[in-house]
């Protein structure tokens, strides 16, 4: 049997002492910055090749990270999808986006490193050689995938191509705005509670009212330009 392949307590800690750090070293110093030799300090593992014994190379590591929350994000979102069905709330534009932010807010705030996770999305989700699209649609993303599914069905009078431009804006205003609400972690302690509710609804607001609003003419004038090229 190979090795690698051996689970123990001993190595299932290790993995997660080494995602652990990872996780943060990429969130403060980006994923470029970082070397799986600084993982290992930062791990306190003595042997300087665990990251690599391991997970084989950084991309796996990254994978490792992104599996882990990405787990229980989507079975937060299912669930909340599944209410929202129970409820006759397919229509509902603000409950959609309700059910593809809360989840990640959640995470964020169920244990102390959540702001390094958030703050490594935001890392990742700009970087030219990782595919957040492509990782979604293999792993983790039935949730966000059915939660399109009904948002697309609630908005038909907006055209597939803005649909899908402005999900993809959407969701960058997402990460990076909840990257940015950790700042507001740090400056607002004592009222981060009140303030961070505050923030998270206008971000659900805006996301809401962003897919939703009608498109312009201007924009209409521009699909249709396409349309006449194109024929």
């Given at each position: 049997m190979n090795a690698k392949s051996v689970r123990s307590p001993t190595r299932d800690q290790t993995r997660k002492q080494l995602i652990d750090a990872a996780e943060k070293l990429f969130a403060e110093s980006g994923i470029d910055g970082v070397s799986l030799r600084q993982i290992n300090v930062a791990a306190g593992q003595k042997n300087s090749s665990a990251a690599h014994y391991h997970f084989g190379s950084k991309d796996a590591l990254i994978l490792a990270i992104y599996e882990k929350r990405m787990e229980r994000v989507n079975e937060r979102r299912m669930k909340a999808l599944e209410r929202i069905e129970a409820g006759g709330y397919e229509k509902d534009v603000r409950r959609l986006i309700e059910a593809i932010i809360h989840p990640i807010v959640e995470e964020i705030d169920s244990d102390k490193s959540g702001g390094s996770y958030i703050r490594f999305m935001a890392q990742a989700i700009g970087h030219p050689q990782l595919d957040l699209n492509k990782l979604q649609r293999q792993m983790h993303g039935e949730g966000l995938g059915?939660?399109?599914?009904?948002?697309?069905?609630?908005?038909?009078?907006?055209?597939?191509?803005?649909?899908?431009?402005?999900?993809?804006?959407?969701?960058?205003?997402?990460?990076?705005?909840?990257?940015?609400?950790?700042?507001?972690?740090?400056?607002?302690?004592?009222?981060?509670?009140?303030?961070?509710?505050?923030?998270?609804?206008?971000?659900?607001?805006?996301?809401?009212?962003?897919?939703?609003?009608?498109?312009?003419?201007?924009?209409?004038a521009e699909l249709a330009q396409i349309s006449r090229d194109a024929s």
């Open positions: 059915k939660a399109l599914i009904l948002l697309r069905a609630a908005l038909p009078d907006v055209p597939d191509p803005i649909f899908g431009q402005r999900f993809g804006l959407s969701f960058e205003q997402i990460v990076h705005s909840l990257a940015d609400r950790e700042r507001l972690r740090e400056t607002t302690k004592r009222n981060f509670a009140i303030n961070s509710a505050v923030f998270v609804s206008n971000l659900v607001d805006c996301v809401a009212g962003a897919m939703a609003t009608p498109i312009s003419a201007t924009t209409q």
